[in-house]
């Protein structure tokens, strides 16, 4: 299994990439093509692919700064499935000195569960800590995460580090729907989420 770094001129490839993103997440989930794209030009983000030959096994797009690496999405081919490349998948996401940090949905159903076995199966340690991720889009409602980390687990400090990450960074390539809808949740709830909303440009 090759893994790659698509670029757009590599036409065909990436449109395959692209249709299976947008076919393994809701549409709240996923970025926009633009904002991808603009994510792509981060030194920091690194969209890979999967590949056996011509054919796509699945991809992960993940973010590594300082010592951490942060799993945004990973999906493998439905009709791959069940084979290991998952697994494969993982462990070549691990075979780094940084600290991994990814995130999973609350454990409401045997699906959730089945993924959160999945990662402990493979070393990863679902952590004490939270995380509340912001909608990719204005018409969608904020989700609270959990959070596993490879190959121990993360100090409150390290998940700090992580949201301060996210919330500064990331946010950037999902921003103005991100910065919308959490001023309606402070408004609806009277919280506040901590974002730094002061240092961000939102014409980026």
Known sequence: MEFVRISTTDSWRWKMVWDLYENSFPLAER???????RACEDDRFFPLSAWEGHELIGFMFFWEWDSYRYLEYLAVNPELRGHGFGSQMIRYLRDTQHT????????????????????????????????????????????ELL????????????HND??????????RYWLKASLLRLKLIELEQGESYGLRTECINLNV
Request: glycine share 2%; aromatic share 12%; charged share 30%.
């Open 31 to 37: 970025r926009k093509k633009e904002d991808h794209l």
């Open 147 to 158: 959070i596993l980390s490879y190959p121990k687990m993360i100090t409150k400090e390290q």
């Open 100 to 143: 991994i940090i990814l995130e999973i949905d609350p454990l409401v159903n045997e699906l959730s569960v089945r993924r959160l076995q999945f990662y402990e199966r493979a070393g990863y340690t679902l952590t004490p800590y939270r995380f509340v991720h912001l909608p990719y889009r204005i018409e969608a409602q904020a989700q």
């Open 162 to 171: 992580f949201l301060r990450f996210v919330n500064e960074e990331v946010i």
